[in-house]
Nanobody, 124 residues
Framework: QLVESGGGLVQAGGSLRLSCAAS????????MGWFRQAPGKEREFVTA????????YYVDSVKGRFTISRDNAKNTVYLQMNSLKPADTAVYYC???????????????????WGQGTQVTVSP
């Protein structure tokens, strides 16, 4: 089970930190991903992190602005979002990679156990 938190309303240029708390299995064995879905659009990949944090993967539109990290002792993955833009407005979801030890990927169907999402709204 995954539970996201930390969303909210922020002005352009501002920052937010999202958290995703996991339970139910050995967290450190699984790569984790963040995705987002804006109204009327398909869910899109944002970033992913391997189980040992050795592999990070970002979509081009967030490189240099967003940072994914994880604390395996706390079973939590984070998304630090800086220099936010109105185009970042979406519901943000975390998900775990299907199967332990699998590499990071941006393909949504390769993830499972999706959280309920947290709304991020960036005003101009």
């Amino acid at each position: 089970q995954l539970v996201e938190s930390g969303g909210g309303l922020v002005q352009a240029g501002g920052s937010l930190r999202l958290s995703c708390a996991a339970s139910g299995r050995t967290f450190s064995n699984y790569a984790m991903g963040w995705f987002r879905q804006a109204p009327g659009k398909e869910r899109e990949f944002v970033t992913a992190i391997s189980g040992n944090s050795g592999s990070l993967y970002y979509v081009d539109s967030v490189k240099g602005r967003f940072t994914i990290s994880r604390d395996n002792a706390k079973n939590t993955v984070y998304l630090q979002m800086n220099s936010l833009k109105p185009a970042d407005t979406a519901v943000y979801y975390c998900a775990s990679r299907k199967g332990p030890g699998l590499a990071t990927t941006g393909v949504p169907t390769e993830y499972e156990n999706w959280g309920q999402g947290t709304q991020v709204t960036v005003s101009p």
